[in-house]
């Protein structure tokens, strides 16, 4: 099965960056999808951005549009989540997530995730 282990999180202050990495082992992830997900204390887990591995298309959430990207690198299959203007509102584990086929806002339908690596953002 594929291995994702995500990277890069921590505590910064609003209107803080952060960049998440997500490593990508034990397949070959050409013609998959990779999403990252997010799950507040007290919430259900959402939708955070998704990227098409082949071509690099991108979907994001409303609610970080304009502030967060989301990238690959195929050579080193990892792929990675900029997150600039950090709001407290954005604290949680974020989670990284794989699926064959295309991109999809619809966490069920993801069928391989990352262990989760937690932000933290401070007023």
């Known amino acids: 099965q594929a291995q994702l282990v995500e990277s890069g999180g921590g505590l910064v202050q609003a209107g803080g960056s952060l960049r998440l990495s997500c490593a990508a082992s034990?397949?070959?992830?050409?013609?998959?999808?990779m999403g990252w997900f997010r799950q507040a204390p007290g919430k259900e887990r959402e939708f955070v951005a998704t990227?098409?591995?082949?071509?690099?298309?991108?979907y994001y959430a409303d609610s970080v549009k304009g502030r967060f990207t989301v990238s690959r690198d195929n050579d080193k299959n990892t792929v990675h989540l900029q997150m600039n203007s950090l709001e407290p509102g954005d604290t949680a584990v974020y989670f990284c997530?794989?699926?064959?086929?295309?991109?999809?806002?619809?966490?069920?339908?993801?069928?391989?995730w990352g262990q989760g690596t937690q932000v933290t953002v401070s007023s």
């Open positions: 997530a794989a699926r064959r086929g295309l991109y999809s806002s619809i966490g069920r339908l993801y069928d391989y």
């Open positions: 034990g397949g070959t992830f050409s013609g998959w999808s």
């Open positions: 990227i098409n591995w082949n071509t690099g298309g991108t």
